[in-house]
């Protein structure tokens, strides 16, 4: 299967599915993508039903990351096992048969873990995937600062950070970053000036930026003067507020630089830490020349094992609710704490917290709202 791919176009998808489910002895297999805005899961090939994310075994697979068995009659059993590149949640794989052995299993497992590999390597330069999880059309603006998007997604065994973005098919100036290495996680969020093509364009170049100066190596410091001097020289009419974060993977130091934008909460054992992340408040980047006398303040604060580290652009507190009143710090922070509370993944608590805010039909974004979360999860420790 894995040479087949290289060969044939992202079309022939489902095709390569059912050799691949021949091969393994597996009777019919199903892949069913999460949309953009994680709400259903669609089915790639024949003409089926979309599954719900929050109301159906596909979706419960999906929302755990667990292996979930769905018995249907007559003398069907379906196999939903999530589909998962990395840290990133992708979809389910459904696949139905009579009985369902440890063998079967272990047969299921390789065939997903296989398909999530070959999804992530076919979307990257194919149409098809891509359209097949949009339900609305996409406007420029949003369609230009997507292309710079990493995945919602990334950890290892030491750390997780996930982020969500809304309005999905109409931003205008939200974005984020993080990248990996062996030592350090890498976190960006950034709001730009307006609601429009320019601020996509202001919100790219500095995104661009982030990750010129990072893949060469330069301090946090260098790495905001290169986003200043770049929307100084190439837009001098935008700015942008945003936060610059590194995150030491062994000693949980976190270190960043904050551009004119709301500060990082710092949520441990079920609560927020009032004030714990705020530092002296510095201009939105772009205009070194007229605001800045010094460099950026780098601050620093060491995190304890079970930290989420939670950054938000103002989207998300001045947002609508239901009665009229704006979303709020309070109301943010709770639901965060009670995803927490309720152990639920990192990423699963972002996906129900921005749904939140936009699922009542009186509430309403005020601009873009875009929230990342780090949770810095270190192993403990063994016996000595």
């Known amino acids: 299967m894995l040479n087949d791919v290289h060969t044939s176009a992202a079309t022939d998808f489902p095709a390569l599915v059912d050799r691949c489910a021949v091969a393994l002895g597996l009777d019919r297999v199903v892949v069913y ?212 974060a590194q995150l030491d993977l062994a000693s949980g130091t976190l270190r960043w630089v904050n551009c004119g934008h709301p500060p990082p909460l710092l949520i441990r054992d079920q609560r927020v830490l009032e004030h714990a992340l705020e530092g002296t408040a510095q201009p939105p980047m772009g205009y070194p020349a007229q605001f800045l006398k010094e460099p950026r303040t780098v601050h620093e604060r060491v995190l304890e094992p079970g930290d989420r580290v939670l950054l938000y652009t103002d989207g998300v507190t001045e947002s609508r609710v239901a009665d009229g009143e704006l979303f709020g710090m309070k109301r943010f922070t709770d639901s965060i704490i009670r995803a927490t509370a309720a152990g639920e993944l990192p990423s699963e608590a972002l996906r129900r917290l921005i749904h939140a805010l936009l699922d009542n039909e009186r509430s309403r974004l005020n601009d873009d709202a875009t929230i990342l979360l780090i949770e810095w999860r270190p192993a403990r420790p063994g016996p000595a």
């Not at 003409?47 to 999906?62: H, I």
């Not at 755990?64 to 949640?89: F, H, K, N, Q, Y």
């Not at 931003?171 to 000036?193: Q, V, Y």
């Not at 601020?199 to 790495?223: E, I, P």
């Open 33 to 244: 993508l999460a949309d953009l805005q994680q709400r259903y899961l669609v089915p790639i090939g024949e003409d089926r039903t979309a599954f719900g994310v929050d109301c159906s075994p596909a979706g419960w697979a999906y929302r755990t990351l667990s292996l979930r068995v769905e018995e249907a009659p007559p003398d069907v059993l379906t196999v939903w096992l999530p589909l998962v590149d990395g840290a990133e949640r992708l979809g389910v794989l459904g696949v139905r048969g009579a009985t369902v052995d440890s063998s079967y299993l272990r047969r299921c497992r390789i065939v997903a873990s296989l398909l999530a590999t070959v999804i992530t390597s076919t979307r990257a330069y194919s149409d098809s995937l891509v359209r097949h999880v949009r339900t609305e059309p996409m406007q420029l603006p949003a369609e230009m600062l997507r292309a710079f998007l990493p995945p919602r997604t990334i950890g290892n065994p030491q750390v997780i950070s996930t982020a969500v973005l809304e309005p999905a098919y109409q931003l205008g100036g939200d974005g984020f970053d993080h990248s990996l290495t062996r030592t350090t996680l890498h976190a960006t969020i950034l709001d730009a000036m307006g609601h429009d093509l320019a601020s996509g364009l202001t919100t790219s170049v500095a995104l661009a930026g982030c990750r010129n100066a990072r893949r060469t190596g330069s301090s946090l410091q260098a790495l905001v003067e290169t986003v200043d001097d770049a929307l100084a020289t190439w837009l001098p009419d935008q700015f942008c507020t945003g936060i610059l």
